[in-house]
């Protein structure tokens, strides 16, 4: 069984030339995504201290207890998701 996500998952690849620069991308993504609304969406950067792929997708169909019977399912099956 393959591994269960929430309804909406954000894979995030950060890296930064400093904490502070790290910090900063990481509050612009907030604002980003919050004003932007979309369920399905690619942010990339390559920038002068940052480089980032932020890819967010949506579930409509995914809610929180259908998640939670997911995850007990695949604990009861065993799977550890190696």
């Known amino acids: ?6 309804r909406h998952h954000l894979t995030l690849d950060l890296e930064a030339d400093s904490l502070v620069d790290l910090v ?3 509050h612009y ?3 980003e995504l919050e004003v932007e609304g979309r369920d399905q969406r690619d942010i990339r950067s390559a920038g002068y ?3 980032y792929v ?3 997708r949506t579930d409509p169909t995914q809610t ?3 998640y939670r019977q ?3 399912r ?3 099956e065993g799977d550890t998701g190696k």
């Open 74 to 76: 695949r604990h009861d």
């Open 49 to 51: 201290a940052t480089t």
């Open 1 to 6: 069984m393959s591994v269960p996500h929430r």
């Open 54 to 56: 932020a890819t967010l």
């Open 24 to 26: 900063g991308v990481l």
């Open 29 to 31: 993504l907030a604002d």
């Open 70 to 72: 997911q995850l007990t």
């Open 64 to 66: 929180g207890d259908r």
